[in-house]
């Protein structure tokens, strides 16, 4: 299939791509790519709306330079965030808090990133690799995948959860019942019945996916690191650097390169979409690797494996979008639109007239990818000092910046309030030990979960069963199940009393346990208000849950010692700030945006914070409010976002771009 | 308080110290009064509304006009499009209706989604489609094809092409659709008229995975805009895969229905009526079949300023998307967009539109019935 034309093209496309203009676009595009990346909550949807409406009437293959040249980095520099702060930088690089920042906590942030990089530099090349070689056989593979083949995979992609359970399996699987069910908030797929939503408009989408992410993850890093430290590097050191990341990379190049070709994959099949594919990847190293009990404590394989799976997933990502036009993730659906405003259809053309511009994208993705890491790795040693500054200066910027990503989700006031109610479970969940992970998991899977078994049931019945590819993954799901059964850290462990598992006072737990077992009660009976197709999902979901909850509940009101179902942080953690005391703030700070809207609402608060935590310099403060305003008017004026009015701005005549 | 108070207070605010500095400038008030009459944007900026996420259709439309659209405004101001995706655009034209000024600023992208909602009597709605005045209202065809396996490339006649779908039993004919009321309740409709009844597939994302499970043979029929499916689904029509029914056709102007401009020789649903039951098509189900074809069809895209605005602003905007469209349609690249239809400028369009934002009340009852006894989910479409 490969001939010799083909050959010239790929060689042509990178010289047109490495003359000057070419590589100029290719460059800013990298740049800018790298900006979001680093701002977390922003990711490739963001980076290309900024883009979009410069595409129209360029140079297709300027334009697609610079539109690849801004996915590439994306999956690199989102983890800066990730490492240094505990914030997921992007929805990809959720898994890599779970070992990353507790690296940077040990002063061992430098390590984490010329680790991450460089496994991700790795992973991006062999994406655009399998990118070019597999382009010309993907077609059959991708229509070989099925509804069942689809819903096998979701259901592999949910067994991953096993892993990811913390110390009480029960707990680990009821919390997933949990996330599946929030999940299901919002419009039913099969009959577009409004389901949970309280007659709401907001919830009839459901809650937007990266609020789900910032509020499990974030918010509850940002106010745990406040209570316990006065900075995120408890040593107050950065470590050896990225040569030594480098050389992680080199010793563990078997993990990197299962777990890139992994990404490449989950990124291609339809079904799965590419949120996932860091837990995926970090489930897939827990299940493969022996000595498991350092893993969430900052072992570097766990940075390894997300960090190479979601660079290497956008090569696999490229190919369904470009030869069906169906994107393999949100930034992909824009990237599509990107096509339309140049004029290219995506579709068995861009292996035939169209060759040149689909090499000129593999092209960009691999030089992307090198770029955007000689880039990170030039930036690492300075960004990972910030984690030795004093973090009372960090957090309200913070606090501002995840504010801000959440209300790029739908742009409405409710998206402040969607992130501080998950963040309020975030806090409470990580006290009470509920996987955070298993939570998000279930609630990414849930939309693809529900669809795909009406789908695979309603063409095949249940002849689906006996399609080969399907029998395949039933039997991978069923050697997961066992790996999770047979590897767990937690087999025969004991507790000590005085730890976070001891048995006295455990009357907070029980209430938080009380409150996810009515969610799921609720769940139950509201299902009975749809059609069959509407609500079948929620009510076996649902039922589920209340078989998990039922003894778990009971192990937590009778445990007389020490157990893996208690937990609780509160006991082990003696600190001046409840985790109260910041929700507090945090309410605070609507207050301000409510009255003055948000740039300068988000200002006051930076200022009245550190006056508080740090002491007063007013002048010092105020200029550090400043340019919080300045930051978020900058964002609003690329992004032609709109903030939140405030009840006292409507009378002064203020721009729109700072919330008038 | 309210949006409305607010806002007028806001721009009471305004006029005050508007007021007080032509006050001050002696002599100057007059001026200011005459000045209205010259529709001028410069220095201004415009907000398009589209209440969907990058990268989709209705954005890509935007997103294309945009540039043109300041070239051919008076004053050539600049064009922004803020997206305001949600609530199946429910959410962004809510915030339109509630926030826009009436000075020909703000303008909001509507899509078919959006009537078709509006028509169904989505609980989500909070304006009245009547306050949106259409700038310009750009129609796309719909084409609907089944899979070769089938067979009906081998029969001779419309007739017997019809009567071969009918003879097999529900099993064979699958169509994946996203829920009961979206797009393709028009072909689901229509194939019911015609007597050939499908096994619905729900929960799919959208026309791209529907046209993948086409593909892969799950589905045996489907349905796609003429120009996609021209485009985007030419493989399938190249090996044979796909096998062309019928179109909607166009309505026109004084609301007949013609072959679709982009395919001129495949037939409309229209002809298939006739050529299965021998007469014009007529009658209560047909009636809201035509209101579900007006929604797909012609109302696929627009651009729309809100109720109050000055005459002479929207005769201002009305000019600039003459110039657009006559400009746009000479390269190819708007050809693509656009195709072959013909777009409808001018006070037309809102009489037009309510073809498909509203039916006749037997029609609905029809309607209602429909979805109800196949899919046991209740509508309330709106009444004309």
Avoid at chain 1, 579 to 607: E, N
């Amino acid at each position: 299939m490969i001939d010799t034309t083909m050959v010239d093209i790929f060689v042509a496309a990178f010289y047109q791509l490495v003359e000057p203009t070419h590589l100029i676009f290719l460059f800013g595009g990298v740049i800018l790519g790298l900006t979001v990346g680093i701002l977390p909550g922003l990711g490739g949807i963001a980076g290309l709306s900024v883009l979009l409406p410069f595409v129209f009437g360029m140079d297709p293959s300027n334009a697609l330079a610079m539109m690849i040249g801004l996915l590439a980095p994306l999956a690199t520099s989102d983890t800066f965030p990730s490492v240094l702060m505990g914030i997921p930088g992007t929805s990809n690089s959720q898994a890599t808090v779970v070992d990353g920042f507790p690296m940077a906590k040990k002063g061992e942030g430098a390590r984490a990133l010329g680790a991450a990089f460089t496994a991700s530099m790795f992973g991006g090349i062999l994406g655009a690799f399998v990118l070019t070689v597999a382009i010309f056989a993907a077609r059959p593979v991708i229509l070989a995948m099925g509804f069942g083949e689809q819903l096998l995979l979701v259901i592999l992609a949910l067994s991953m959860i096993g892993m990811l359970t913390g110390t009480s399996a029960l707990k680990g699987l009821a919390t997933c019942c949990v996330g599946l069910l929030l999940g299901s908030l919002g419009t039913a797929p099969a009959t577009g019945e409004f389901r949970l939503g309280f007659e709401s408009i907001y919830l009839s989408d459901g809650i937007p996916i990266v609020i789900v992410g910032l509020g499990m993850f974030a918010m509850p890093e940002i106010i745990d690191v406040l209570r316990r430290t006065s900075r995120i590097s408890e040593t107050a050191k950065l470590g050896h650097g990225w040569i030594q990341g480098f050389k992680d990379v080199l010793t563990h190049w078997w993990i990197v390169l299962r777990c890139s070709v992994l990404g490449c994959i989950i990124g291609a099949l339809p079904g799965l979409g590419g949120s996932v594919v860091d837990w995926i990847a970090y489930g897939h190293v827990i299940q493969t690797t022996k000595n498991r009990e350092r893993y969430g404590t900052g072992d570097v394989r766990g940075v390894l494996a997300p960090e190479s799976a979601n660079n290497a997933k956008e090569g696999g990502a490229l190919i369904p979008t470009l030869l069906f036009g169906i994107p393999g993730s949100g930034s992909m659906a824009i990237l599509l639109g990107g096509f339309i405003l140049i004029g290219i259809e995506p579709g068995v053309t861009m292996l035939t007239q169209h060759l040149d511009l689909t090499f000129t994208m593999i092209w960009s993705l691999a030089i992307g990818n090198v770029l955007a890491t000689l880039l990170c790795l030039l930036l690492a040693n300075y960004v990972a000092r910030l984690t030795t500054i004093r973090y009372a200066y960090l957090a309200p910027f913070m606090f501002v910046l995840i504010f801000f990503a959440a209300y790029q989700a739908t742009r409405e006031w409710a998206d402040l309030f969607a992130l501080f109610t998950l963040g309020t479970l975030g806090v409470f969940m990580k006290r009470f030990g509920w996987s955070r992970p298993a939570l998000l998991i279930g609630y990414f899977l849930a939309p693809r979960l529900e669809p795909t078994i009406y789908q695979a049931y309603q063409v095949y019945g249940f002849s689906f069963l006996e399609r080969p590819i399907v029998i395949g993954l039933v039997i991978a799901t069923a050697l997961s199940i066992y790996a999770a059964w047979r590897f767990s850290p937690n087999r025969g462990a004991t507790y000590k009393e005085e730890g976070v598992h001891g048995t006295s006072g455990r009357w907070p737990q029980l209430a938080f346990a009380a409150v996810f077992l009515a969610f799921t009660v609720y769940a139950l009976v509201d299902s009975f208000n749809y059609t069959w197709y509407g609500g079948i999902f929620m009510k076996i979901t649902a039922s589920v849950g209340l078989l998990l909850f039922a003894p778990l509940i009971y192990f937590m009101v009778r445990a007389d010692k020490p157990a893996g179902v208690l937990h609780d942080g509160e006991r082990t953690l003696k600190v001046a700030h409840s985790d109260y005391h910041y929700l507090a703030w945090l309410l605070g700070m609507f207050a301000l945006v409510g009255l003055v809207g948000f740039p300068f609402g988000c200002a006051l608060f930076i200022f009245f914070f550190m006056q508080n935590k740090i002491g007063s310099a007013p002048l010092k403060h105020a200029i550090m409010g400043i340019a919080g305003v300045a930051f978020l008017g900058v964002m609003s004026y690329f992004l032609t976002l709109r903030y939140p009015e405030g009840v006292l701005l409507q009378f002064f005549d203020v721009p729109w771009w700072l919330g008038g | 308080m309210n949006e409305v108070t607010r806002l007028s207070r806001r721009r009471l605010f305004r006029t005050v110290t508007t007021l007080a500095v032509t006050a001050a400038t002696f002599g100057l008030v007059a001026t200011a009064g005459t000045s209205a009459a010259a529709v001028d944007f410069s220095g201004k900026r415009i907000a398009v509304i589209v209440p969907f996420s990058e990268g989709g259709g209705t954005d890509s439309y935007s997103r294309f006009m945009a540039p043109y659209f300041e070239k051919y405004l008076p004053g050539n101001p600049k064009i922004v499009i803020i997206n305001r995706p949600g609530g199946g655009s429910m959410s962004g034209i809510n915030y339109y209706a509630a926030r826009a000024s009436q000075d020909g600023t703000w303008v909001v992208a509507l899509s078919t989604t959006s009537n078709s909602n509006y028509m169904l009597g989505d609980k989500r709605v909070r304006f009245d489609m009547e306050d949106f005045i259409p700038i310009i209202l750009s129609p796309r065809g719909i084409m609907q094809y089944v899979r070769k396996d089938l067979g009906i490339q081998n029969e001779p006649t419309l007739k017997a092409k019809i009567e071969k779908l009918r003879s097999y039993p529900k099993s064979k004919l699958v169509f994946g659709g996203k829920t009961p009321t979206s797009g393709g309740l028009a072909l689901r409709t229509a194939l019911s008229i015609l007597g050939v009844e499908v096994n619905s597939v729900w929960g799919l994302g959208g026309n791209g995975p529907m046209a993948l499970g086409f593909e892969r043979g799950e589905f045996t029929v489907n349905y796609d805009n003429t120009l996609s499916f021209l485009n985007n689904r030419a493989h399938m029509i190249k090996s044979g895969m796909a096998v062309p029914l019928y179109t909607f056709g166009v309505i026109n102007e004084d609301g007949s229905i013609s072959r679709d401009p982009a395919t001129p020789d495949v037939p409309t649903f229209n002809e298939a009526y006739k050529a299965v039951y021998g007469k014009e098509p007529s009658g209560t189900a047909y009636e809201g079949w035509k209101s579900l074809m007006a929604v797909s069809v012609t109302l696929s895209k627009s651009w729309n300023l809100m109720r109050g605005t000055p005459p002479e602003v929207i005769e201002a905007w009305r000019t600039a998307a003459r110039k657009v469209y006559a400009e746009v349609m000479k390269s190819p690249k708007g050809q693509k967009v656009f195709g072959p239809y013909k777009n409808i400028i001018g006070d037309s369009a809102i009489k037009i539109r309510r073809l498909g934002t509203t039916l006749e009340p037997d029609a609905a009852k029809w309607l209602a019935k429909y979805v109800k006894d196949r899919y046991n989910i209740a509508v309330a479409a709106k009444l004309r």
